[in-house]
């Protein structure tokens, strides 16, 4: 079976913009597929996290990732600090990858803003702990977004550089997953601007958990522009917003833009954002009551993500460990009786 991994940061409360570009084709991939999914911590801090704040987005993302239909009997969903592999491996990857690549990254750029200096350098090597979220599991498939695939491209291109490097055929080639009309979700506020868990203005994104009313109001109050809906895709030429809101529409319809403007083309925004705002009520209330049960036992939830994190370390474990040998680096010992945690003298 093909491995799957992806990853989601917990930076905040997941966006329409995650489901429809990301979470949504993870439960596709369930079927036929080996999949894991990762609730990426180590990533959320190379921008400051208060501690209980992140706390708390791990357990909610974890929630809406299975409220959203992943299914931990058939996925292994974990936090990927709880797997020490990959912070091992994103060490080696950090000294595979080229500084000249890094500053290609454009979501550098647009995160650090006018600032560069004062950005983390944890911000810089980002996508370098990425390469090594996936190359731990020597997983081939990766769905995402379309903000990510020059992450995964610089991906393919460490593995390829420490296969070269080293002299080996070890880390597979990755495929991007970028599926549907909705793998860009722009701001309700600037059809230029991508929505954001993390943008500071709540009225440019809708959350998987906002009520009926909030998701009414937010989507009533969406940037559009004087002209009516066009009748064809041509007629979003140019038009950021109005393609955004009709973008998003045939994502949660299931059709097309072509079978969206064919039925709302030629009418005004009014009676197109309200029959918008009824299918994404319907599509979120039920994630949104499902994300509250599993919050309201944050026990069970926690002891799902360790058994995720076991099996997930029975599968990265050995291929990092590999990794580190053909670097050079000496064989760990191995553990032995009577010396294990909490004796003194051995941390
Ligand atoms: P992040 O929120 O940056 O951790 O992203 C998690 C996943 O959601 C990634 O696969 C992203 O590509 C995807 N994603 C994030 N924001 C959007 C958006 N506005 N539109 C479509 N996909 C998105
Ligand atoms: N960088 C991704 C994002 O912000 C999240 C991520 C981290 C990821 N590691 C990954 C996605 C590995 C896919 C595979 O959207």
Not at 36 to 64: G, K, N, S
Not at 239 to 244: I, L, S, V
Request: proline share 6%; with cysteine.
């Amino acid at each position: 079976m093909i491995r799957v991994f992806s990853g989601i940061q917990p930076s905040g409360i997941p966006t329409i913009g995650n489901y429809l570009g990301a979470i949504r084709n993870w439960v596709t991939l369930q079927e036929g597929h080996e999949c894991l999914f990762c609730v990426v911590d180590l990533h959320a801090i190379t921008v400051f996290q208060a501690p209980e704040t992140l706390r708390a987005h791990t357990r909610e993302m974890a929630a809406a990732v299975l409220a959203c239909g992943i299914d931990p009997a058939r996925s292994v969903l974990f936090v990927q600090s709880q797997v020490s592999a990959h912070a091992r491996l994103a060490w080696i990857f950090n000294c595979v990858a080229r500084l000249g690549w890094l500053n290609r990254m454009t979501q550098f750029k647009d995160k650090a803003g006018r600032d560069r200096e004062a950005a983390s350098s944890g911000l810089f090597v980002y996508p370098n702990l990425m390469a090594a979220d996936i190359a731990a599991y020597h997983a081939r498939r990766v769905p995402v977004g379309d903000d990510q695939r020059q992450h995964l491209e610089l991906a393919n291109d460490i593995a390829e550089k420490f296969n070269h490097d080293y002299g080996v055929d070890f880390f597979p080639r990755i495929e991007p997953v970028i599926l549907g009309a909705a793998a860009r979700v722009m701001s309700l506020r600037d059809g230029t601007k991508k929505m954001s868990k993390s943008d500071p203005s709540d009225q440019s994104r809708i959350s998987l958990t906002d009520g009926a009313d909030a998701i009414a109001l937010k989507i009533r109050r969406a940037k559009t522009d004087p002209a009516p809906v066009p009748e064809s895709e041509a007629g979003l030429a140019d038009r950021p917003e109005a393609r955004n809101l009709v973008g998003i529409y045939a994502a949660l319809a299931g059709s097309s833009v072509e079978q969206v403007l064919a039925e709302h083309g030629g009418r005004g925004w009014g009676p197109f954002k309200e029959a918008l705002a009824e299918r994404m009520v319907a599509t979120l209330a039920p994630i949104a009551a499902e994300t509250r049960r599993w919050l309201g036992d944050p026990g069970a939830l926690d002891a799902l993500l360790h058994e995720g994190a076991i099996r997930a370390r029975a599968i990265a474990d050995p291929i990092v460990a590999e990794a580190e040998r053909i670097v050079g680096f000496l064989e760990h010992a191995a553990p032995r009786a009577g010396f294990g945690p909490g004796r003194a003298g051995n941390p």
